[in-house]
Every structure is written in structure tokens, then in C-alpha cells.
Nanobody, 126 residues
Framework: VQLQAFGGGFVQPGGSLRLSCAAS????????VAWFRQAPGKEREGVSC????????RVAQALKGRFTISRDRSKNTMYLQMNNLLPEDTANYFC????????????????????WGQGTLVTVSS
């Protein structure tokens, strides 16, 4: 299974970016997918997750209203739309996936995911 994340870059505060994560040898629609991020000097944290079976979504409380996760079945690709970006959103963003549906309360726990992308760096700065 391979996950390839891309779409990161440099953006000014208040700007938007959309990250993508393409999967191979694994149908994202059959499992639970998630985005995590790791800022310099900090631990990795969960951003948002989506369950394939019922489409339930969870977003980290501090990011609600700004970040949206989605998935395109035909392209076997997941996305993270990030709006109104802040300097504190600067981090390396990782996509992750696992077979089956996770309990929604666990879907932002990184130890629940066996498949990971390589990360894409987002820098928010003026």
C-alpha cells in the first residue's frame, strides 16, 4: 500500500491550500482515512478523519470551521481543504489510512493507522 501526499507549499496568513493524498493498492473508500500534522518541535496531532463506511467525519476541535476532509472514490484520493490558514498551522502534513471503520473517537489516534504517506510541508507566513 502506498499513499502519496502532495499540495503543500508556502501561503500567507488567511490563505488557503488543498492537500491531496493518492492511494495505490488500497481502496480508500473501504477504510478510514485521516490527516495528521507535525509542527517543528511538537508531537504529531490528528487533524481530521473520515470513515469510509458511513462517511462520518471528525475534525480536531481547534480546526473546526477551517479544515475539511473529503474523498474522491473515482480517483482513490483524499483531500484536506484548509482555509483561513494561520502561522500556527505550519507543519508537515501526513495522510494515513486503515482498513475498515474506526470508532470515530479513535480516528485521530495515529497509532490506529498502518498506512502512511510521506508528508507534505505547509508553511504559513507573511
Amino acid at each position: 500500500v502506498q499513499l502519496q501526499a502532495f499540495g503543500g507549499g508556502f501561503v500567507q496568513p488567511g490563505g488557503s491550500l488543498r492537500l491531496s493524498c493518492a492511494a495505490s493498492e488500497f481502496a480508500l473508500s473501504t477504510g478510514t482515512v485521516a490527516w495528521f500534522r507535525q509542527a517543528p518541535g511538537k508531537e504529531r496531532e490528528g487533524v481530521s478523519c473520515l470513515r469510509g463506511g458511513d462517511g462520518n467525519v471528525r475534525v480536531a476541535q481547534a480546526l473546526k470551521g477551517r479544515f475539511t476532509i473529503s474523498r474522491d472514490r473515482s480517483k482513490n484520493t483524499m483531500y484536506l481543504q484548509m482555509n483561513n490558514l494561520l502561522p500556527e498551522d505550519t507543519a508537515n502534513y501526513f495522510c494515513a489510512a486503515r482498513p475498515g471503520n474506526l470508532i470515530i473517537g479513535r480516528c485521530l489516534d495515529d497509532d490506529m493507522f498502518p498506512y502512511w504517506g510521506q508528508g507534505t510541508l505547509v508553511t504559513v507566513s507573511s
